[in-house]
Nanobody, 124 residues
């Protein structure tokens, strides 16, 4: 079993940056892909970024390409999401997720462990 705890969210002005962290516990972290999703009010949860195990393949939603970067520190069991050039439309609750396999995926169905989420608010 994997437990995930996100941190690093907050309020930032448009154009600013934030780095989200996701601390994972449980031995399965060392063999699975990780992802970040987000959910804005009234909208479905959507894929943001994914990273395979041990970290060679990365995927991004078109809306964040060139602005966000996902990475992982396998020694520390931590996944990061560096967010730059933030826009008001990036405002959402951001969730960290652990996949069922080592391959990254954009589908929520391929992730079986989720964190509690961290709020990111971007003001205009």
């Amino acid at each position: 079993q994997v437990q995930l705890v996100e941190s690093g969210g907050g309020l930032v002005q448009a154009g600013g940056s934030l780095r989200l962290s996701c601390a994972a516990s449980g031995r399965t972290f060392s063999s699975v892909a990780m992802g970040w999703f987000r959910q804005a009010p009234g909208k479905e949860r959507e894929f943001v970024a994914g990273l395979s195990w041990p970290g060679g393949v990365k995927r991004y939603a078109d809306s964040v390409k060139g602005r966000f970067a996902i990475s992982r520190d396998n020694a520390e069991n931590t996944v990061y999401l560096q967010m730059s050039s933030l826009k008001p439309e990036d405002t959402a609750i951001y969730y960290c997720a652990a996949a069922r396999s080592s391959s990254t995926s954009t589908s929520r169905r391929d992730y079986n462990y989720w964190g509690q989420g961290t709020q990111v608010t971007v003001s205009s």
